[in-house]
Nanobody, 116 residues
Framework: QVQLVESGGGLVQPGGSLRLSCAAS????????MGWYRQAPGKERELVAT????????NYADSVKGRFAISRDYAVNTVYLQMTSLKPEDTAVYYC?????????WGQGTQVTVSS
């Protein structure tokens, strides 16, 4: 069982930045893939970024390439999503995801609102 706790969401103006954090209850070296997804009102949940266990770089949705960056800190078992040049269409609930041993784990989500 992996528990994930997100933090860092909030209200930001267009063009601003936010950093989301996802703290895992287990050693993230044991997790095959960690990632961020988002769900906007009335839309399906979509992938934002993922990073494999021993990967050096992340995989990104086209809509966020060049603006978002996923990273991790093994020392504190935390994955981050650095978001820059935010747009109103980035507004959504952002969810942390962990895939381990054929199981999918989700955090509770954190709201990101981009508005002036």
């Amino acid at each position: 069982q992996v528990q994930l706790v997100e933090s860092g969401g909030g209200l930001v103006q267009p063009g601003g930045s936010l950093r989301l954090s996802c703290a895992a209850s287990t050693n993230i070296r044991s997790i095959d893939v960690m990632g961020w997804y988002r769900q906007a009102p009335g839309k399906e949940r979509e992938l934002v970024a993922t990073i494999a266990r021993f990967g050096f770089s992340g995989n990104y949705a086209d809509s966020v390439k060049g603006r978002f960056a996923i990273s991790r800190d093994y020392a504190v078992n935390t994955v981050y999503l650095q978001m820059t040049s935010l747009k109103p269409e980035d507004t959504a609930v952002y969810y942390c995801n962990a895939k381990a041993n054929d199981f999918n784990y989700w955090g509770q989500g954190t709201q990101v609102t981009v508005s002036s």
